[in-house]
């Protein structure tokens, strides 16, 4: 008797807390990260869980957890600084709101469970506070490793291109500079490597001194770096340009003395030169090579006046 084909298994639906852990991770952590949207969360949460004390409950029923929501919800998306101060306004409220509708109470008697309280809150506060604080450390170390040239500590490449896509999203205008150190080899060669490494440093400091916060200096390979430059014409790139060059002519190299720091740069400019970041690369690559072949002439017919 012949078997039947095997017939394929229908693939398992993926688990329900797999979009449970997708939902808090990409959609509810954000907001909440948000501190103006947190903070008035938080405050309608703690005020429902006052409001939930006033009605009456079944007897041995206990309210007061409602006010770890809010605690736990600070902690974690706002720290343990924040979760502590939630945990004592949560405190206080779940005292004050414990004795419902007994205006003869005695002070005393309502506050004097704020400690008690505290302990709870507060002990979940700086649980879920810490472990938020120190995972956030880490994600802020591992965003910048991914992010960041180790040597330069400016941003590297993958970097570069986000910054570049998002003002190329935006259409507005933009520039982009190539910059080439010139003569790396011969300063490795002479000096050592010691000294191009501080070369190439020298040149990110530069860079980075000459740009503004909203503009992205970035590493682009061994000697080259690039540079994004918000809502700047080429007029207005070529002003960065000269202030690159003139503040690299004052650098003095500690490990190879009486040697200056040069560079090509080439500019591209959005709408001008392209509306692709690859076309903006491309015409900024060619721009400084031509720049580079140029200084190099330059320098060959000084030498050779010299010589005469």
Known sequence: MEMDAAVPLAEAPAPARRDVRSFLNHQLRPVLENASIR????????????????VPQPTGMES??????????????????????????????????????????????????VPARFALYGITAVFLGAFADAHYAVQSSLRELASTDPLTKVANVTSFYEQLGVLEAGMSSFAVLLCDLDDLKAINDRFGHQAGSEAIQATADVLRDVVRGTDCVARYGGDEFVVTLKDADRAGAERVVMRAREMLRRVELVHAPGHGVTVSIGVSVFGEDGTTAEDLVRAADTAMY???????????????TSAE
């Open 39 to 54: 903070y008035g969360v938080v405050g309608f949460l703690l005020v429902a869980a006052s409001a939930f004390n006033l």
């Open 64 to 113: 007061s957890w409602m006010f770890i929501v809010p605690v736990a919800i600070s902690s974690i998306a706002g720290g343990l600084r924040e979760g502590l101060l939630i945990a004592l306004a949560a405190s206080a409220l779940s005292s004050l709101f414990s004795y419902p509708g007994s205006l003869d109470v005695d002070a005393l008697a309502v506050f004097g469970g």
């Open 290 to 304: 031509a720049n580079k072949r140029f200084h190099k002439g330059m320098r060959r017919a000084t030498q050779l």
